[in-house]
């Protein structure tokens, strides 16, 4: 007979830094930075001191990392590298004695550009629907990735894809119109005595 002696499992432990927020949405984020900021200042204002590595310092690094997140979401930046940009900006302008400069946040950009209306004068009617359906239905997955990982890079792309469409569908409009704004508003006026039915 042998006896087995059934130790309890090592409890897994997670590495708190981005890797491990990016997993959650935005409003988990924000929630989580509420929260972590609402102990913090509840532990000041009842006379506690923030120590290394206490509950209310673990949770400030979390909004941190949190924060980190929901920044690089939203702009495609990473805030460290911008705040200690602004940081360098102002110290050396307040060193010199000078106001520190409007220090704007980078935007990402899309990766790719919208079409002028003229790209789809030689396309037919048939291809300018075909267009406007392709670029609507990216719009569609742009937006279906977004629900996944919403980044700031998706959310412009998405935003090209959708004055693409529309660029391709007023083309198309206009040239079933008779080519101009005033042709068409003629062919969808009612007429003098006709009734809508």
């Known amino acids: 007979m042998s006896k087995v002696i059934d130790f309890p499992k ?3 432990t997670e590495t708190i830094d981005q890797a491990f927020f990016e997993k959650f949405a935005d409003a988990a984020l924000l929630l989580k930075c509420f929260e972590c900021v609402k102990d913090a200042v509840e532990a000041v204002d009842g006379g506690g001191v923030i120590e290394s590595r206490d509950d ?5 690094i979390e909004s941190y990392w949190a924060l980190k997140v929901l920044f690089e979401r939203k702009t495609g930046s990473d805030a460290k590298k911008v705040s200690d940009e ?3 900006i102002a110290s050396k302008c307040l060193l010199a004695g000078r106001e520190p400069p409007d220090m704007n946040i980078p935007i990402a950009e899309a990766m790719i550009a919208p079409f ?3 790209y789809f004068d030689q396309a037919s009617n048939l291809e300018l629907a075909c267009a406007a359906f392709n670029f609507s239905d990216a719009v569609r997955l742009s937006i279906n990735s977004l629900l996944v990982a919403n980044n700031a890079q998706n959310t412009a792309n998405a935003a090209v894809e959708a004055i693409n469409s529309t660029t391709a569908l007023h083309q198309l409009v206009l040239r079933l119109s008779g080519g101009s ?3 068409m508003a003629a062919q969808i006026s ?3 005595g006709e009734t809508l039915q």
């Open 190 to 192: 009612r007429k003098p």
């Open 116 to 118: 002028r209306p003229e």
């Open 181 to 183: 704004l005033e042709a």
């Open 10 to 12: 090592t409890p897994q």
């Open 56 to 60: 209310t310092y673990i949770s400030l």
């Open 86 to 88: 602004h940081w360098d």
